[in-house]
């Protein structure tokens, strides 16, 4: 019984992990993206002398 909860606790962890590695690498993902909409867009108005 203490190895199987000891299995359980092992699989959570390292689930818990995977979800803490793969959120971080979603919110830089969007980050990122959000920094090349802000970009292009400024450029995109720029060329189409819409802004200074």
Known sequence: MRQREEEMRNTNESTNSRVLYLSIFS??????LAI???LFLRNYFK???LID
């Open 47 to 49: 060329s189409k002398k």
């Open 36 to 38: 090349w909409q802000v």
């Open 27 to 32: 919110m830089l993902c969007l980050l990122g």
